[in-house]
Structures are given as structure tokens and as C-alpha cells.
């Protein structure tokens, strides 16, 4: 695990299943425009969740890329679930600010609902295509902007599921330190 301090607050990187940060209390899921279950995080986390956060999406649903909107966990085991719509990389132009909005707006929402951690994938490295290279440090930026602004918010977990996404995830956290 890589592990930063930023005025007091943790950022870290892990290799793991965003489905199982019981120490966590939102998790963000990588979602689609329509808060449907697919493939990649947002296949594990509706699976993991189970039928009713579907349900409980459906009436928020289309969300924008950038856009960030919160449901219960229902069977996950943390409070909250933040959903994102990343960009799809070379479509959703100009791509990295779409990104760099998910992070910001989902940072900003957990802590409206004073909440002190949370879970982050590598949104839109997957199936959207987002270089991970690149996603990594919009990502970082972003947390190293947001983050010191938030009243509730002290933890923020990148959990990545491939090795070579943590050690890249990893080596950008470490260019954000003090």
C-alpha cells in the first residue's frame, strides 16, 4: 500500500475489490449514463450490492459525465455508494476536465453528507478507455485541489484491481506529497 499525508489527511493507494472496503463508508462506483449494472466496477458493485440499489438508481438516472449522485449501500459494507459517470476517453471532450469534475464532485458530496472516507476506482480507465497513465494523475491533481478545502472527508483510498494499474495509481500518489 502507498501512502500519503496531505495537511493532515490520508490519501493510499491498494490493490484490492472496491466491493469489500468494509473500512470505508462510500465507495465510488465507475458507473453508466443510466446507474445500471454493466461490466468492470459497476458490474462487481451491483452484484455485490444486490437488486435494490438498481432500484434506487433508476429515478436519478441519466446522469452526465463529470456528474456525481449518491445512493445507500444496501448490501455492500459501507454507508453510501457515490456514482460517477467518467468520460469515454476520445468521446467526451475535453476528457480530462470531465474527469477531474467525478473526482471533485464526488470528494464534495461524501463530505456534504459528513462523511471522513472514501473509495475511489480508476474511473474511465477501463472500458472508457482513459489511458491509465493519464487517468492516475488527473485523479491525484484533483484529490491534492479538493481535498484540504473538505471539512468532513480525511481519508481517500484508490483501491485498483490489476497490479500494474496500483503501481501506476501508486507512483502518481507519490508525486502529490508534501
Given at each position: 500500500m502507498a501512502q500519503v499525508e496531505l495537511n493532515g489527511?490520508?490519501?493510499?493507494?491498494?490493490?484490492?475489490?472496491?466491493?469489500?472496503?468494509?473500512?470505508?463508508?462510500?465507495?465510488?462506483?465507475?458507473?453508466?449514463?443510466q446507474l445500471m449494472p454493466g461490466?468492470?466496477?459497476?458490474?462487481?458493485?451491483h452484484s455485490a450490492a444486490g437488486p435494490g440499489l438498481a432500484?434506487?438508481?433508476?429515478?436519478?438516472?441519466?446522469?452526465?459525465?463529470?456528474?456525481?449522485v449518491i445512493s445507500s449501500a444496501h448490501n455492500l459494507p459501507n454507508q453510501y455508494v457515490i456514482h460517477?459517470?467518467?468520460p469515454v476517453y476520445g468521446v467526451d471532450e475535453p476528457s480530462d476536465q470531465w474527469l477531474a469534475e467525478c473526482y471533485r464532485n464526488a470528494l464534495e458530496l461524501a463530505d456534504s453528507k459528513?462523511?471522513?472516507s472514501i473509495a475511489f476506482?480508476?474511473?474511465?480507465?477501463?472500458?472508457?478507455?482513459y489511458p491509465v497513465e493519464g487517468a492516475a494523475e488527473v485523479a491525484m491533481n484533483?484529490?491534492?485541489?479538493?481535498?484540504?478545502?473538505?471539512?468532513?472527508?480525511?481519508?481517500?483510498?484508490?483501491?485498483?484491481?490489476?497490479?500494474?494499474d496500483e503501481q501506476v495509481f501508486s507512483r502518481c500518489l507519490s508525486t502529490i506529497g508534501p
Open positions: 489527511k490520508t490519501v493510499e493507494c491498494v490493490r484490492g475489490d472496491i466491493t469489500r472496503q468494509d473500512d470505508i463508508e462510500v465507495v465510488v462506483n465507475a458507473a453508466n449514463a461490466g468492470g466496477v459497476a458490474g462487481a458493485i432500484e434506487e438508481c433508476q429515478p436519478m438516472a441519466p446522469i452526465r459525465p463529470g456528474e456525481a460517477c459517470l467518467g459528513a462523511v471522513e476506482p480508476a474511473i474511465s480507465a477501463g472500458a472508457f478507455g484533483t484529490v491534492k485541489q479538493v481535498l484540504p478545502r473538505l471539512e468532513n472527508v480525511k481519508r481517500v483510498r484508490f483501491v485498483l484491481f490489476g497490479a500494474s
